[in-house]
């Protein structure tokens, strides 16, 4: 193969996975559940219409309580995915942000925040908008943004412009587009600047382990707190 020749795909997938495996295996999963999800409905704009994953995943409070497995909902309704467009965004975004954490703070810790900025995401939208399905990676991507702002930040470069700018033009999205969950947004925004403040605030691998640990918790338990109130009676308002 001569040097001008194009990069064949499976060599450009591997290339992709060896700069950020954590992330690359993200969006591959959210691509190959958003492929079921199209498979069972027939259709790539309207894949959650009469798909069971996507059924069995929403984000939807009142669907929270039917079995043991229903919190887990909070974490299954961040690989789904609304529409190609949504997730082709998502996934876009999740790997270039995600593949920055991942040179950073090693594929580990990269986990870790993109578990606990869905979870935190999903937390917040069950708790101030509980009757609204929700679905999407964007918890986590919100997440993955502000611990970005803060490394750009660490590194004194221009990205932390960029990054902000990345970020405000996304809320600007939130607000003026109808149907896109804006406490999602901002649940995964909040968490990500909590885990930025761990992430720089510590230094040994430990206590950062800890405090993302921490958070994380805390997300887990305010879905199980809402879900148990829902099981109590207790209103959705």
Excluded at 1 to 13: L, V
Excluded at 188 to 201: I, K
């Amino acid at each position: 193969m001569s040097p001008s020749s194009p990069t064949p795909p499976a060599q450009m997938a591997r290339n992709l996975y060896r700069q950020a495996p954590v992330s690359a295996a993200t969006a591959t999963l959210i691509i190959i559940v958003f492929m079921i999800t199209a498979v069972q409905s027939h259709s790539i704009t309207g894949n959650l219409n009469d798909s069971g994953l996507g059924d069995a995943w929403v984000l939807y409070l009142p669907l929270m309580d039917g079995s043991p497995f229903g919190p887990l909902r909070a974490l299954g309704s961040s690989l789904l995915h609304l529409g190609i467009g949504h997730m082709l965004i998502n996934v876009i975004l999740l790997y270039l942000i995600g593949r920055e954490t991942e040179w950073t703070f090693g594929s580990p810790l990269t986990a870790g925040i993109l578990v606990t900025g869905a979870l935190g995401a999903s937390a917040t939208v069950v708790w101030q908008s509980p009757g609204s399905p929700t679905v999407g990676a964007s918890g986590a991507v919100y997440a993955l943004m502000a611990v970005f702002v803060a490394i750009a930040y660490s590194r004194k470069d221009s990205q932390v412009g960029g990054a902000l700018v990345l970020i405000g033009v996304n809320l600007a999205y939130t607000l003026m587009t109808p149907g896109v969950s804006l406490w999602g947004h901002l649940g995964g925004l909040a968490t990500g600047a909590l885990l930025a403040g761990v992430l720089f605030g510590v230094r040994s691998r430990g206590a950062r382990w800890f405090g993302l640990g921490s958070i994380c918790a805390v997300a887990v338990i305010a879905v199980l707190v809402r879900v148990a109130m829902l099981s109590t009676g207790a209103s959705l308002s």
